[in-house]
């Protein structure tokens, strides 16, 4: 029988999430963790442009793997259709921008994984196996979506979140300079945890959030950074009519932009360091880490707050709205 009465919890609305049929699990990399154990790979294929914490799971389940490069689309510079039967391809969907790609690679490739840890609102393609990571696009701590046709028979223990949320209330109390020490202390305590699934409370949250009103402002936010940007960005940007992308990613040959955001308060990632160590000066990737911009659009800010983004890029000029 549940409890009845005595005093409140958190208060939250209980809605629906957003992927309402998937299995819920802890982390991304432990999603992937999960389908490594289920498909038993005897080789996996990832790109180089990746996050480091990808390569935890392979060396833990001792599975070798091969890097590939991607080309100017950020699509693989591979030839996947002739992987061998065992052999998987790990293919992310990168800033939430390439579902059309991701539509055609399903087709084509076999043993296929997608990583939608940046690209949370995408959908999954039917049979292939798919995981996301919910911190990236919301105010959670943890949590994990994953699509695939079966199930490990394994019971995982559940995760407990408890302990996670200072660095979120703290952003919520204090300011965001304040509270980051808290969110690098959360992410390193994140690396290396086992499968688990999905905490009551991190679920509670994901059941709470308004999907609509997300997705629409940042499809918002992010035409209106493509507008300005479009004739200057190194990317070229073909959205699929249902993609609603993490950031606006802004690629570009001028220097210093990211410091200039920073110590502007523009809070803007480094995609992925790692990325330094794993490819030489010359390669595309090394570029792409260096040059690339995650620009934020996502649902705390409005039109108004891209202007002021546009400012202090002092690429107004260029704005033709
Ligand atoms: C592209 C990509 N895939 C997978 C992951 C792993 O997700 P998690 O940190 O939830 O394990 C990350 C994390 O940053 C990522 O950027």
Redesign the pocket.
Known sequence: MNDIGGFFELELNQGLEYHNNALRLN???TAFEYILRLRKPKRIFLPYY??D??LYPLKKLSIPYNFYHIDKKLEPIFDYKRLKRNEYFVY?NYFGIKDCYIKKISMECNNLII?N??AFFSFAVKGVDTFY?ARKFFGVPDG?YLYTSSMLKEKFKQDNSANRFRHLIGRVENSPENAYSLFKKNEQS?YRQSIKTMSNITRRILKNIDYERAKNIRLENFNYLEKALKKSNLLNIKLDKNSVPMVYPYFTKKKDLRNRLIKNRIFVAQYWPNVYEWVSKNCYEYYLTNNLIPLPIDQRYSVDDMKNILEILDLSIEISL
């Open positions: 982390l991304g990399h990746t996050c914490v990808m992310t990583d840890a940046q990571s994990a994140l």
